[in-house]
């Protein structure tokens, strides 16, 4: 099972940025899907996920109005728009995908990561 993450890079202050993140078929079309990100010397911290369908989403405070998670299950890729950056966003960004189909915020319920993207917000 890989996952790949990509579209992380360096942008300014409100700038936005589309990650992606491609899936085996199998394991993508039937689980909910989110994205985490880990900033230095910090914890791994939820940002948003979305159920199996794309029928709920779930968004951390700190994002909520500025980051937008989609899927497309044809394609097997998630997305995160990612909009009106600040430099408390800069982080490495992982997708990764849960045990069930519900977006869930618990980190302990997705079993499988994608290896990370960086995301710089200059202030």
């Known amino acids: 099972v890989q996952l790949q993450a990509c579209g992380g890079g360096l942008v300014q202050n409100g700038g936005s940025l589309n990650l992606s993140c491609t899936a085996s078929?199998?394991?993508?079309?039937?689980?909910?899907m989110g994205w985490f990100r880990q900033a230095a010397e910090k914890e791994r911290e939820f940002v948003a996920a979305i159920s199996w369908n794309g029928g709920r989403t779930n968004y951390a405070g700190s994002v909520k109005g500025r980051f937008t998670i989609s899927r497309d299950n044809a394609k097997s890729t998630l997305y995160l728009q990612m909009n009106n950056l600040k430099p408390e966003d800069t982080a490495v960004y992982y997708c990764?995908?849960?045990?069930?189909?519900?977006?869930?915020?618990?980190?302990?319920?997705?079993?499988?990561w994608g290896q990370g993207t960086q995301v710089t917000v200059s202030s």
């Open positions: 990764a995908a849960a045990r069930g189909a519900i977006d869930t915020a618990d980190r302990s319920m997705y079993n499988y």
């Open positions: 078929r199998r394991m993508f079309t039937n689980n909910a």
